[in-house]
T-cell receptor, first 115, second 111 residues
Framework: GAGVSQSPSNKVTEKGKDVELRCDPI?????LYWYRQSLGQGLEFLIY????????KSGLPSDRFSAERTGGSVSTLTIQRTQQEDSAVYLC?????????????FGPGTRLTVL | GENVEQHPSTLSVQEGDSAVIKCTYS??????FPWYKQELGKGPQLIID?????GEKKDQRIAVTLNKTAKHFSLHITETQPEDSAVYFC??????????FGAGTRLTVKP
């Protein structure tokens, strides 16, 4: 079946511009995660959504970062006034339900480059 | 919060040899430990996972061991093949929704 999809696959933007990254989770998955992967680094947790509950925003690096999940499905990660240090691969993952026991399936990521 | 350390950062082996990657975690409440393989330009893919009530799990050439007392877990790949070359990430999940990842190990299998 279809996996997690993300768009765009690549995004180049100028410093100070806003960007929106999109994630389509696997159908039926109630949990959705955003991670950031800087060049040569591990994965950094950003935000997590579970159903209609308030998201866990504890990983967002600054107030320029925000995310929404409409209708419990598609999610968008928005970065306002982008900075060069925001350049990274942004990965989305979904899992069937929360609980620490369900596998997270990752999308291919969006490579963001801020010039 | 949880802190996951992964070693080595790079590993080069000859085809057919075994590869071992080790991770330690800090929060004894962590209960789920997946391993991901990430090939160039792709998202991480789950290759094996282990839960805290199990000490070892094997799937063909891949095995994972967990030592809860010492708070470390390891990935073992036997009979390595060139297509095993990738970056491998360990992770530990705690607090039911927070997954912390190791920094990754770049494995190169030389033919």
């Amino acid at each position: 079946g279809a996996g997690v999809s993300q768009s765009p696959s690549n995004k180049v933007t100028e410093k100070g511009k806003d960007v929106e990254l999109r994630c389509d989770p696997i159908s039926g998955h109630t949990a959705l995660y955003w991670y950031r992967q800087s060049l040569g680094q591990g994965l950094e947790f950003l935000i997590y959504f579970q159903g209609n509950s308030a998201p866990d925003k504890s990983g967002l690096p600054s107030d320029r970062f925000s995310a929404e999940r409409t209708g419990g499905s598609v999610s968008t990660l928005t970065i306002q006034r982008t900075q060069q240090e925001d350049s990274a691969v942004y990965l989305c993952a979904s899992s069937l339900e929360i609980g620490g026991t369900d596998t997270q399936y990752f999308g291919p990521g969006t490579r963001l480059t801020v010039l | 919060g949880e802190n996951v350390e992964q070693h080595p950062s790079t590993l080069s082996v000859q085809e057919g040899d075994s590869a071992v990657i080790k991770c330690t975690y800090s929060d004894s409440a962590s209960n789920y430990f997946p391993w991901y393989k990430q090939e160039l330009g792709k998202g991480p893919q789950l290759i094996i996972d282990i839960r805290s009530n199990v000490g070892e799990k094997k799937d063909q050439r891949i095995a994972v061991t967990l030592n809860k007392t010492a708070k470390h877990f390891s990935l073992h790949i036997t009979e390595t093949q060139p297509e095993d070359s990738a970056v491998y990430f360990c992770a530990a999940m705690y607090n039911n929704n927070d997954m912390r990842f190791g920094a990754g190990t770049r494995l190169t299998v030389k033919p």
